[in-house]
């Protein structure tokens, strides 16, 4: 039986993946299998004047990591992003995943000199 969280992150990913506006999805599949994902919503912007994505969600398998995929995933959605006029992307790492930084700092991310917050409303 899926857990709850599971059943409103599949809701989530449904609504991403029929409602271009909220933003959209990358899969990467090697023999048919799903290996990586990347996933990016988009908001309208007063800092950026315009759509901004957020890279939510970037991840590859273990079993798969270190051969490129997640540099392929970046790629696509940067392709992506200027496809489709976005004016920035913004993602955060988080601390345990340090090693992740020089793979966005090849694609010309820097790091921003914030601390970010969050307020859980449930």
């Known amino acids: 039986m ?17 409602d ?29 004047c315009g759509l901004v994505a957020w890279l939510e969600e970037l991840y590859v398998t273990p079993s798969h990591r270190c051969r490129g995929i997640g ?11 200027r496809a489709a006029s976005i004016v920035a ?3 955060e790492i988080d601390a345990e995943h340090s ?4 793979l966005y700092q090849r694609f010309g991310f820097s790091r921003l000199n914030r601390t970010r917050w969050v307020k859980v409303l449930n």
């Open 2 to 18: 899926r857990s709850l969280r599971s059943y409103y992150i599949l809701g989530v990913l449904e609504q991403v993946a029929t």
């Open 20 to 48: 271009i506006k909220r933003g959209f999805l990358l899969l990467a599949r090697e023999d048919n299998q799903a290996v990586g994902v990347a996933y990016i919503v988009t908001i309208l912007s007063a800092e950026h």
């Open 71 to 81: 540099a392929a995933l970046v790629s696509a959605a940067l392709d992506r992003a």
């Open 89 to 91: 992307v913004d993602l």
């Open 99 to 102: 090693r992740v930084e020089s």
